[in-house]
């Protein structure tokens, strides 16, 4: 059975060789959908009759939302850290461990009920594939059910054992690490898709990061890094020396991290929601793609630091904090975010793509972040599905 999605007043394809510009864009568009993935796209006067036919009555329809970088399984919230922060104290990597003893006390069924109501959070604002991260057990029973139970809603699974020394190895982090690697990372890769870790001050060192990531891509695993969030470190150079897909935060750099990642296919992921609950200082987005560095966006969704399923505000964000392009920000949130996980069949909207995609209440993309904080996802569709 074949869909005509019909009357599209301004399509964005991120496929330039359909459509005008590096976003391939197309006015007064079509897009037919067979099985699940995109047939056709082009001007609707040119689309052949289909089964069935969605009507968006002249919307913006764009590819739906790529999150690379998302810490959904979780129990609690940590509403009064938050308030505190914003009574001025500093935030720093030790809250993750206020999170840890409601986590580790959850049934699966309440670790799964929140991932999923956090899930359709996401896929309400346009989502329509999501990365989800590990972190918040830092057992080898917590860590591995809590990959199970994110790799049972996506196929994008994180191993992110290695989040923050937890407490009982307080002053102890080389015998966290061993644990990670010798018993972690077995126990729990058979879940998961990536391993991850936190290096950064307060966490993971280098060598230690290296020896978890090493141990990870041993598995099977593909890397992906925390780096350079509170302060300048190694983290962005190993991630790059170790082939990560991508490596996140990215706030503090210098001119060899960047000079590592322009050389490089590692994705730079700025997360600029977390920057804007942390009040922290916001990556230099024009440095990274001034150097040519490919950048994802994401909205870091956590308990702690950025407790938001909207990349709608990320685009927002982006253009106005970052000084990205409305164009470049809805690119690294869609093809840049598919860059990240090494997607080649999300993100765009080019013949044999998933047919996942978002209608806007709006004209053009240009509205998401014209108009920040209004609901401007009217209708999602994934594999071709509504709903």
Same mark, same amino acid.
């Given at each position: 059975?074949?869909?005509?999605?019909?009357?599209?007043?301004?399509?964005?394809?991120?496929?330039?060789?359909?459509?005008?510009?590096?976003?391939?864009? %197309?006015?007064?568009?079509?897009?037919?959908?067979?099985?699940?993935?995109?047939?056709?796209?082009?001007?609707?006067?040119?689309?052949?009759?289909?089964?069935?036919?969605?009507?968006?009555?002249?919307?913006?329809? %764009?590819?739906?939302?790529?999150?690379?970088?998302?810490?959904?399984?979780?129990?609690?919230?940590?509403?009064?850290?938050?308030?505190?922060?914003?009574?001025?104290?500093?935030?720093?990597?030790?809250?993750? @461990?206020?999170?840890? #003893?409601?986590?580790?006390?959850?049934t699966d069924r309440d670790l799964t009920a929140n991932l999923i109501r956090l899930a359709d959070e996401y896929r309400r604002q346009g989502?329509?594939?999501?990365?989800?991260?590990?972190?918040?057990?830092?057992?080898? =029973?917590?860590?591995?059910?809590?990959?199970?139970?994110?790799?049972?809603?996506?196929?994008?699974?994180?191993?992110?054992?290695?989040?923050?020394?937890?407490?009982?190895?307080?002053? +102890?982090?080389?015998?966290?690490?061993?644990?990670?690697?010798?018993?972690? %990372?077995?126990?729990?890769?058979?879940? $998961?898709?990536?391993?991850?870790?936190?290096?950064? =001050?307060?966490?993971?060192?280098?060598?230690?990061? =290296?020896?978890?990531?090493? $141990?990870?891509?041993?598995?099977?695993?593909?890397? @992906?890094?925390?780096?350079?969030?509170?302060?300048?470190?190694?983290?962005?150079?190993?991630?790059?020396?170790?082939?990560?897909?991508?490596?996140?935060?990215?706030?503090?750099?210098?001119?060899?991290?960047?000079?590592?990642?322009?050389?490089?296919?590692?994705?730079?992921?700025?997360?600029?929601?977390?920057?804007?609950?942390?009040?922290?200082?916001?990556?230099?987005?024009? @440095?990274?793609?001034?150097?040519?560095?490919?950048?994802?966006?994401?909205?870091?969704?956590?308990?702690?630091?950025?407790?938001?399923?909207?990349?709608?505000?990320?685009? $927002?964000?982006?253009? @106005?904090?970052?000084?990205?392009?409305?164009?470049?920000?809805?690119?690294?949130?869609?093809?840049?975010?598919? +860059?990240?996980?090494?997607?080649?069949?999300?993100?765009?909207?080019?013949?044999?793509?998933?047919?996942?995609?978002?209608?806007?209440? #709006?004209?053009?993309?240009?509205?998401?972040?014209? +108009?920040?904080?209004?609901?401007?996802?009217?209708?999602?569709?994934?594999?071709? =599905?509504?709903?």
């Amino acid at each position: 059975m074949a869909l005509l999605v019909d009357r599209i007043g301004e399509l964005v394809t991120n496929d330039p060789t359909t459509g005008e510009g590096p976003l391939g864009l %197309i006015r007064d568009a079509a897009v037919v959908v067979t099985d699940g993935r995109v047939a056709w796209v082009g001007p609707r006067t040119r689309a052949q009759p289909c089964d069935d036919v969605l009507d968006v009555g002249g919307a913006a329809v %764009i590819p739906g939302f790529v999150e690379s970088h998302s810490h959904l399984v979780f129990a609690g919230d940590r509403a009064e850290e938050f308030a505190a922060r914003m009574a001025g104290e500093p935030y720093a990597a030790g809250g993750i @461990r206020a999170t840890l #003893a409601a986590t580790r006390h959850a049934t699966d069924r309440d670790l799964t009920a929140n991932l999923i109501r956090l899930a359709d959070e996401y896929r309400r604002q346009g989502t329509t594939t999501l990365e989800v991260k590990s972190g918040y057990g830092q057992t080898v =029973r917590d860590e591995e059910r809590s990959v199970r139970i994110a790799s049972a809603h996506t196929d994008e699974a994180t191993l992110l054992a290695a989040h923050v020394v937890p407490p009982e190895f307080e002053g +102890r982090a080389d015998d966290y690490v061993r644990l990670v690697v010798e018993e972690l %990372i077995p126990a729990a890769a058979p879940s $998961a898709r990536w391993i991850d870790v936190f290096c950064e =001050r307060g966490a993971f060192d280098v060598d230690q990061s =290296r020896a978890v990531l090493l $141990a990870g891509k041993q598995a099977g695993l593909g890397v @992906r890094v925390h780096a350079n969030q509170l302060t300048a470190g190694g983290g962005v150079r190993l991630g790059v020396e170790l082939g990560a897909a991508s490596v996140d935060h990215c706030v503090h750099l210098t001119d060899a991290d960047v000079a590592a990642l322009a050389g490089s296919d590692t994705v730079a992921t700025l997360l600029p929601s977390a920057d804007f609950s942390t009040r922290g200082p916001y990556p230099d987005a024009r @440095r990274l793609l001034d150097a040519g560095v490919t950048v994802a966006l994401g909205a870091d969704c956590n308990p702690g630091t950025s407790y938001t399923t909207s990349l709608p505000l990320v685009v $927002a964000l982006a253009v @106005r904090e970052l000084r990205m392009t409305p164009a470049e920000a809805l690119w690294s949130v869609t093809a840049g975010g598919a +860059r990240a996980l090494r997607l080649d069949d999300v993100g765009h909207l080019g013949i044999g793509a998933r047919a996942d995609l978002a209608v806007l209440d #709006a004209p053009s993309y240009l509205h998401l972040a014209y +108009r920040p904080g209004v609901p401007l996802v009217r209708d999602v569709l994934k594999d071709g =599905r509504r709903g």
